[in-house]
């Protein structure tokens, strides 16, 4: 049980390329979000999707889009990227449904992505 | 949302009781409070939830008044290894997928 992964761990893009972040969960979990945190702030919410199929805007969604695929995977992609992107990006997953605490969500381990 | 505020930064003594409070005056009657803790490097992780009164487990304790419009966190004998920033978060405690945000975070630094 692997619990929430994220790839790549690491990536160094110049302005303007492309890349998608891609997350699984294995957990069997509803919902999925992700995150970015810039040194030494909080976390921000990006996109999140409710269940398979389904995906809303959360805080910053500019310059992102997402794919909820299926239920397990949730990717993040970044159509031309700009320095203002580089941050730490956390995938996570939530249970929700018939199972308590719902707000209890589960991290990956981050994408340090720099662009330059 | 609710939002929530949090002091930036605490510092305590290992072996010590920290309290952290999270004041969140527009909570509305569907939601509930809960704490994360992220280390440096790391994704946050859950500590706990509650919704009213006093909710404790093998990590800490959550204080919620009646009016719920503050929490407090209260971690017993802190050691070293307590030094990570902690997260209040607000939301409905629902099964429909909701928008979980973190507000700042507070930065505990647990000195020996």
């Known amino acids: 049980n692997a619990g929430v992964t994220q790839t790549p761990k690491f990536q160094v893009l110049k302005t303007g390329q492309s890349m998608t972040l891609q997350c699984a969960q294995d957990?069997?979990?509803?919902?999925m979000y992700w995150y970015r945190q810039d040194p030494g702030m909080g976390l921000r919410l990006i996109y999140y999707?409710?269940?398979?199929?389904?995906?809303d805007k959360g805080e910053v969604p500019n310059g992102y889009n997402v794919s909820r695929l299926n239920k397990r995977e949730f990717s993040l992609r970044l159509e031309s990227a700009a320095p203002s992107q580089t941050s730490v990006y956390f995938c996570?997953?939530?249970?929700?449904?018939?199972?308590?605490?719902?707000?209890?969500?589960?991290f990956g381990p981050g994408t340090r992505l720099t662009v330059l | 949302l609710a939002k929530t505020t949090q002091p930036i930064s605490m510092d305590s003594y290992e072996g010590q009781e920290v309290n952290i409070t999270c004041s969140h005056n527009?909570?509305?009657?569907?939601?509930?409070i809960t704490w994360y803790q992220q280390f440096p490097s790391q994704g946050p992780r859950f500590i706990i939830q509650?919704?009213?009164t006093k909710v404790t487990n093998e990590v800490a304790s959550l204080f919620i008044p009646a009016d719920r419009k503050s929490s407090t966190l209260s971690l017993p004998r802190v050691s070293l290894s307590d030094t990570a920033v902690y997260y209040c978060?607000?939301?409905?405690?629902?099964?429909?997928?909701?928008?979980?945000?973190f507000g700042g975070g507070t930065r505990l630094m647990v000195k020996p």
């Open positions: 996570a997953s939530r249970a929700g449904q018939g199972k308590v605490p719902y707000n209890e969500q589960f």
């Open positions: 957990m069997n979990h509803n919902s």
């Open positions: 999707s409710a269940s398979e199929g389904t995906t």
């Open positions: 527009n909570i509305a009657t569907n939601d509930y």
């Open positions: 509650g919704y009213k």
């Open positions: 978060l607000v939301a409905a405690n629902n099964n429909a997928g909701n928008m979980l945000t």
